[in-house]
């Protein structure tokens, strides 16, 4: 980048908030998947829409390629440009412009914490229904760049389903407001796609009553098969939870020798957790029928979260063990894959059967509700063995995901993770449909160049050099 | 060639679609025509071509709660092939005997249970497209959560016909509510406070007082609310005369203008085609 350009994204956001010193760029070299990293030539922290808006034109002018960037808790390598290009981190932006408690909905900033909305509405009986894992710390710009899901996402729908409007600012640096009400659902289409159309800088997101009643049980199984003909059994019997996750014995061993802690059976070897919401009738007339099922299945263990402190403990547990899985080895790679339910035991047998023909450690923990899986393999990225053995371990397993009529990514998105295996999920003229449609909003291929769709070669090489810190 | 065709087949569709556009007409897609009224109003193809012929279930996985679809399928149709499974589309919306599938979820029908089970966009998974060229491009995936790729599906959904005739559907469905009850409340006690976690399938006015409601409502809320039980008669004459209003287009709200960004779209979708309405 030349200094001219530099002086003037100064002038727009203030000298402090354009980074470029080593330091600095260090933390945004990667998102949470630290397979690929990219250091970026700069960091440009804008702190309103004119200012977005104003280094949008700047970055056009000069055909300087950026990606937009919240928290950078992604998981498929998204938030990263190729050498030259600037990140644009919105996390200064994280104001809650609006809550309209009548209407149900909140008016925020892209760089709103997830959990910070449903806390700020919390005492008007109200909550915001997605609810990532990275729900403390990511975004929630993030989260409509990603289509985030969660554990609640199993009876309340991705973000796509609670995203209502956006005002965007494109690469030539226009503005724009796309809504549930437009002609065309622009909104829809932005939700999930990785920052490639535009940069969000104001969002409207629904908002949902909380439950009168909640009951989470936690029942422990001899291994993952039996807990996943339990979920087919709850599922089978007309039951509507919000929640059914499974967590494998590793995830269970690294939860309880972590700070989160949350008194999960350690003889088992699998855990599922299943929550019920709704009216208190609702919630105690299919809590039975729900614990008669749990039963068929013999439980090592069962047992009902009796205060909202043991409930928060256990989810506590369930979202910090991506976190926890890290005491396993110096990396992780987590992955995001998806079957259809009734699949579900046989990816999990396939996974298994991986790990040990890769011979390093996987754990898993799944929202099961949805078949959306995310094995954990534990490796040392300091080894090229390792990293490859991963990398190549994943797309067995996302092969595998799709000859069983899934799909590549449930919750985390392609990045440049997965784009080499698009190609495999659909067929040329929809990869060729998507492009175009691309080209519809960034002609320039300057908004996060290189996601979500397959690379050109070119572009390809661009990233991978700079994979598993070949880079300087 | 006649105003209204209806093939039997995709291939058949396809070669009736290349063929109108050879002689210079304008096409648009349309289901049996129910709602072209309401969100059509201006449209003058030369021909209106109907996917109202396909109708056959291609897949039902009960066990995974999904379904394929084609899109001349009625939703009334759809939701009686699907009872014996104790299984439903969650949506409640006019036409649901004469109307298509594909008009509904092409023409953004509002469903009457959008409060508690979302929009009707929000069923939908995946589907098949014939673009304005004739290619026939599938969207989405037949899992219940996917974010690889572009959401295609959410961006041709609700376009009128406009970019792409909607083939077949992929719908997540839902296990039947059998405990589900009629309600009638006056308006002003929804207001109240205690009734903000009132969750209900269906509002609707009731036909002879104006200042109460008829609430389908789930699960066991009887305890908790101050309302008097309904005739359930009455509240399903009430809920089928409110459709039939919404037929009639007694309670529509303006259309949308045409997107600044449709001429665009259109030909992205279709490349040098002569787009979907358009005499060339």
Same mark, same amino acid.
């Given at each position: 980048?030349?200094?001219?350009?530099?002086?003037?994204?100064?002038q727009?956001?203030g000298?402090?908030?354009?980074?470029?010193d !080593?330091a600095?760029?260090?933390?945004?070299?990667?998102?949470?998947l630290?397979?690929?990293?990219?250091?970026? !030539?700069?960091v440009?922290?804008?702190?309103?829409?004119?200012?977005?808006?104003?280094?949008?034109?700047?970055?056009?002018?000069?055909?300087?390629?950026?990606?937009?960037?919240g928290?950078?808790?992604?998981?498929?390598?998204?938030?990263?440009?190729?050498?030259?290009?600037?990140?644009?981190?919105?996390?200064?932006?994280?104001?809650?412009?609006?809550?309209?408690?009548?209407?149900?909905?909140?008016?925020?900033?892209?760089?709103?914490?997830?959990?910070?909305?449903?806390?700020?509405?919390?005492?008007?009986?109200?909550?915001?229904?997605?609810?990532?894992?990275?729900?403390?710390?990511?975004?929630?710009?993030?989260?409509?760049?990603?289509?985030?899901g969660g554990?609640?996402?199993?009876?309340?729908?991705?973000?796509?389903?609670h995203?209502?409007?956006?005002?965007?600012?494109?690469?030539?640096?226009?503005?724009?407001?796309?809504?549930t009400?437009?002609?065309?659902?622009?909104?829809?289409?932005?939700?999930?796609s990785?920052?490639?159309?535009?940069?969000?800088?104001?969002?409207?997101l629904?908002?949902?009553?909380?439950?009168?009643?909640?009951?989470?049980m936690?029942?422990?199984?001899?291994?993952?098969?039996?807990?996943?003909?339990?979920?087919?059994?709850?599922?089978?019997q007309g039951?509507?939870?919000?929640?059914?996750e499974?967590?494998?014995?590793?995830?269970i061993?690294?939860?309880?020798?972590s700070?989160?802690?949350?008194?999960?059976?350690?003889?088992?070897?699998a855990?599922?957790?299943?929550e019920?919401?709704g009216?208190?009738?609702?919630?105690?007339?299919?809590?039975?029928?729900?614990?008669?099922?749990?039963?068929?299945?013999?439980?090592?263990?069962l047992?009902?979260?009796?205060?909202?402190?043991?409930r928060?403990?256990?989810?506590?547990?369930?979202k910090?063990?991506?976190?926890?899985?890290?005491?396993?080895a110096?990396d992780?790679?987590?992955?995001?894959?998806?079957?259809?339910?009734?699949?579900?035991?046989?990816?999990?047998?396939?996974?298994?059967?991986?790990?040990?023909?890769?011979?390093?450690?996987?754990?898993?923990?799944?929202?099961?509700?949805?078949?959306?899986i995310?094995?954990?393999?534990?490796?040392?990225?300091?080894?090229p063995?390792?990293c490859?053995?991963?990398?190549?371990?994943?797309?067995?397993?996302?092969?595998k995901?799709?000859?069983?009529?899934?799909?590549?990514?449930?919750?985390?998105?392609?990045?440049?993770?997965?784009?080499?295996?698009?190609?495999?999920?659909?067929?040329?003229?929809?990869?060729?449909?998507m492009?175009?449609?691309?080209?519809?909003?960034?002609?320039?291929?300057?908004?996060?160049?290189?996601?979500?769709?397959?690379l050109?070669?070119?572009?390809?090489?661009?990233?991978?050099?700079?994979?598993?810190?070949?880079?300087? | 060639?006649?105003?209204?065709?209806?093939?039997?087949?995709?291939?058949?569709?396809?070669?009736?679609?290349?063929?109108?556009?050879?002689l210079?007409?304008?096409?648009?897609?349309?289901?049996?025509?129910?709602?072209?009224?309401?969100?059509?109003?201006?449209?003058?193809?030369?021909?209106?071509l109907?996917a109202?012929?396909?109708?056959?279930?291609?897949?039902?996985?009960?066990?995974?709660?999904?379904?394929?679809?084609?899109?001349?399928m009625?939703?009334? !149709?759809?939701?009686?092939a699907?009872?014996p499974?104790?299984?439903?589309?969650?949506?409640?919306?006019?036409?649901?005997?004469?109307?298509?599938?594909?008009?509904?979820f092409?023409?953004?029908?509002?469903?009457?249970?959008?409060?508690?089970?979302?929009?009707?966009?929000?069923?939908?998974?995946?589907?098949?497209?014939?673009?304005?060229?004739?290619a026939?491009?599938?969207?989405?995936?037949?899992?219940?959560?996917?974010v690889?790729?572009?959401?295609?599906?959410?961006?041709?959904?609700?376009?009128?016909?406009?970019?792409?005739?909607?083939l077949?559907?992929?719908?997540r469905?839902?296990?039947?509510?059998?405990?589900?009850?009629?309600?009638?409340l006056?308006?002003?006690d929804?207001?109240?406070?205690?009734?903000?976690?009132?969750?209900?399938?269906?509002?609707?006015?009731?036909?002879?007082?104006?200042?109460?409601?008829?609430?389908?409502?789930?699960?066991?809320?009887?305890?908790s609310i101050?309302?008097?039980?309904?005739e359930?008669?009455?509240?399903?004459?009430?809920?089928?005369?409110?459709?039939?209003?919404?037929?009639?287009?007694?309670?529509?709200?303006?259309l949308?203008?045409?997107?600044?960004?449709?001429?665009?779209?259109?030909?992205?979708?279709?490349?040098?085609?002569?787009?979907f309405?358009?005499?060339?």
């Amino acid at each position: 980048m030349n200094r001219s350009c530099i002086e003037e994204l100064r002038q727009v956001v203030g000298a402090r908030h354009v980074l470029q010193d !080593a330091a600095s760029l260090l933390a945004y070299e990667s998102d949470a998947l630290t397979l690929f990293r990219c250091k970026p !030539a700069a960091v440009v922290l804008p702190n309103s829409t004119q200012e977005v808006m104003a280094v949008m034109r700047i970055l056009h002018q000069e055909q300087i390629p950026c990606a937009a960037r919240g928290a950078g808790t992604g998981l498929s390598g998204g938030a990263l440009v190729p050498e030259g290009g600037v990140i644009l981190s919105m996390t200064r932006m994280n104001r809650i412009l609006e809550v309209a408690e009548e209407a149900r909905f909140a008016r925020v900033e892209p760089g709103v914490v997830n959990l910070d909305l449903s806390n700020r509405v919390d005492r008007l009986g109200l909550r915001y229904a997605p609810d990532p894992a990275s729900q403390t710390v990511s975004t929630l710009g993030g989260n409509v760049a990603e289509n985030a899901g969660g554990p609640m996402c199993f009876l309340h729908g991705t973000t796509s389903n609670h995203f209502l409007a956006a005002d965007v600012v494109l690469a030539d640096g226009s503005l724009h407001h796309w809504s549930t009400a437009d002609d065309l659902d622009l909104r829809g289409f932005l939700c999930g796609s990785e920052g490639t159309l535009g940069v969000i800088v104001a969002l409207t997101l629904k908002l949902i009553p909380k439950p009168a009643s909640i009951i989470t049980m936690l029942a422990g199984y001899k291994d993952v098969p039996e807990a996943c003909a339990a979920v087919a059994a709850i599922v089978a019997q007309g039951l509507r939870p919000v929640a059914l996750e499974v967590m494998d014995q590793k995830a269970i061993q690294a939860v309880e020798c972590s700070v989160y802690r949350a008194g999960l059976p350690l003889d088992a070897g699998a855990v599922l957790i299943a929550e019920l919401e709704g009216d208190v009738l609702h919630v105690e007339k299919e809590q039975s029928r729900l614990q008669e099922v749990l039963e068929q299945f013999s439980p090592i263990r069962l047992e009902t979260a009796a205060t909202p402190e043991q409930r928060l403990a256990i989810w506590k547990g369930r979202k910090g063990s991506g976190g926890a899985i890290g005491q396993l080895a110096p990396d992780s790679y987590v992955m995001d894959g998806v079957v259809p339910r009734s699949k579900l035991a046989e990816i999990m047998a396939f996974v298994e059967q991986i790990e040990e023909e890769v011979g390093l450690p996987v754990a898993n923990l799944f929202h099961a509700g949805d078949g959306n899986i995310h094995p954990h393999f534990a490796y040392d990225a300091r080894d090229p063995r390792q990293c490859t053995a991963v990398e190549e371990a994943g797309a067995k397993i996302l092969r595998k995901c799709l000859e069983l009529g899934g799909s590549l990514s449930g919750e985390h998105g392609i990045g440049l993770e997965k784009q080499h295996l698009m190609r495999e999920q659909f067929g040329e003229g929809e990869i060729a449909l998507m492009q175009r449609l691309r080209r519809v909003f960034n002609p320039d291929d300057l908004l996060n160049p290189g996601k979500g769709l397959p690379l050109s070669r070119g572009c390809a090489e661009a990233f991978h050099r700079h994979r598993r810190g070949e880079h300087a | 060639m006649p105003k209204f065709v209806h093939p039997d087949s995709r291939e058949a569709m396809r070669s009736l679609l290349l063929k109108a556009q050879g002689l210079g007409q304008a096409v648009m897609p349309c289901g049996q025509g129910t709602r072209l009224q309401r969100f059509l109003p201006h449209a003058t193809p030369d021909v209106w071509l109907s996917a109202s012929n396909l109708q056959e279930m291609i897949w039902l996985d009960v066990e995974d709660q999904t379904c394929c679809v084609e899109a001349g399928m009625s939703l009334h !149709a759809l939701q009686k092939a699907l009872a014996p499974f104790h299984l439903q589309l969650d949506i409640v919306a006019p036409g649901a005997q004469l109307g298509t599938l594909g008009g509904l979820f092409m023409s953004r029908e509002p469903s009457l249970s959008e409060g508690l089970c979302g929009p009707t966009r929000d069923h939908v998974l995946g589907a098949t497209w014939m673009m304005a060229n004739g290619a026939i491009l599938k969207s989405g995936a037949r899992v219940v959560k996917s974010v690889a790729g572009y959401d295609v599906t959410r961006l041709l959904l609700g376009s009128r016909g406009r970019l792409a005739i909607c083939l077949d559907l992929t719908l997540r469905l839902r296990p039947l509510r059998p405990d589900s009850f009629w309600m009638v409340l006056n308006k002003r006690d929804l207001e109240a406070p205690a009734m903000r976690t009132l969750t209900w399938e269906l509002c609707i006015p009731h036909p002879q007082n104006p200042e109460q409601l008829c609430l389908y409502l789930q699960h066991a809320q009887r305890n908790s609310i101050p309302a008097q039980d309904a005739e359930v008669k009455s509240c399903k004459m009430a809920r089928d005369n409110y459709l039939r209003a919404i037929e009639q287009g007694k309670h529509d709200s303006p259309l949308p203008s045409d997107s600044p960004w449709l001429s665009d779209i259109a030909e992205a979708c279709a490349p040098g085609a002569p787009h979907f309405g358009e005499r060339r």
